[in-house]
């Protein structure tokens, strides 16, 4: 009777700690795929997220389309033809007249040529006498208020002269 308790004790033993094992095993399986599992989850929300964000990026720049398209429209109006830019001499020197000054024009190099949706520009020299205040005005008018060239003014040299004073402005004019 001992020794058939003792191997009924151990059989149920066995079988205890098998199914132990075995159950230990099915959730160390059990874990390895829910890893997996929220690993591609993971993995996959991620890829949402940066799909909306390219949808969103998409949206905007749609959104935004027109708005740019009416302001190229408006930049492409302010841009002369490059020969056009034959009277910006005669317009720097005239306007500078209206501010009693005299002035001279140079182009200075060679022009760059419009490329890939940039404009193409010249550079230029400008040299005026008159007063301080007088050369301030024309300067400020080229840049806030003229709309029949796109320059942009890069440098200017003041030097007191005998007139008063000579300004050197140097800069670019765009052109399409």
């Known amino acids: 009777m001992k020794d058939e308790f003792r191997g009924?004790?151990?059989?149920?033993?066995s079988i205890i700690f098998g199914s132990i094992l075995l159950g230990i095993g099915v959730l160390y399986i059990l874990e390895l795929q829910i890893e997996k599992t929220s690993v591609s989850i993971r993995n996959n929300r991620m890829r949402i997220a940066e799909r909306s964000f390219a949808l969103d990026n998409l949206a905007g720049l749609k959104r935004g389309e027109a708005a740019a398209e009416s302001y190229k429209?408006?930049?492409?109006?302010l841009l002369p033809a490059r020969d056009g830019l034959f009277g910006l001499g005669r317009f720097f020197e005239a306007t500078a007249r209206t501010y009693d000054m005299s002035a001279s024009f140079s182009f200075q190099g060679s022009p760059t040529e419009p490329q890939d949706g940039r404009p193409g520009y010249v550079q230029f020299v400008l040299r005026t006498a008159g007063s301080e205040q007088n050369i301030?005005?024309?300067?400020?008018?080229?840049?806030?208020?003229?709309?029949?060239?796109?320059?942009?003014?890069?440098?200017?040299?003041?030097?007191?002269?005998?007139?008063?004073?000579?300004?050197?402005?140097?800069?670019?004019?765009?052109?399409?």
Do not use: C, H, M, W
């Not at 429209?73 to 109006?77: A, M, N, P, T």
């Not at 003014?153 to 765009?174: M, N, Q, W």
């Open 8 to 13: 009924r004790f151990i059989f149920n033993l």
């Open 136 to 176: 301030q005005s024309l300067i400020k008018f080229f840049e806030t208020q003229s709309t029949q060239f796109l320059i942009n003014i890069e440098t200017i040299d003041l030097v007191p002269s005998s007139e008063g004073y000579r300004g050197d402005v140097f800069g670019k004019a765009f052109f399409k």
């Open 73 to 77: 429209k408006k930049i492409d109006s």
